[in-house]
């Protein structure tokens, strides 16, 4: 769900695309909107071997945004992380928010802790824990 303040679960997507460098090169601005993110990942999902039916049940199991972060985070992973393929991590994503099990305020947590302390938003603040 998107907030007032044009974020996404407290993610701006300035700091989406710090933390995820492989949707970089997809998106058209270096000031992208939600809809660019979207796009962006649409695009991204081939490098990452999903199939243009799994980013559709993405998007409609967590909505087009969520989705989006999702994709976002499994192209920040090493390829060492997954068992199988970034597809297949990514299908069980998919399966856990289908069941209510995926929580990906946490995974975005771990994703700003593995990028490093002290790490500020686009407002010069330093970001803390809720």
Known sequence: MRTDSGTVMKLS????AHLAPRLRPYLRSSDPTWPD??????????DL???KSL???ACLAMGREKAAVALAIVSAKPAEH????????????VA???TGELHLNRTIWGLRDAVGPGRRDRQGREGDRP
């Open 82 to 93: 997954f068992r199988t393929t970034p597809g297949g991590y990514f299908h069980g994503m």
């Open 55 to 57: 980013w559709g049940e």
């Open 37 to 46: 993110i979207v796009d962006a990942a649409d695009w991204l999902r081939h």
């Open 96 to 98: 856990k928010a289908k």
């Open 13 to 16: 997507t300035a700091e989406l």
């Open 49 to 51: 071997g999903v199939s």
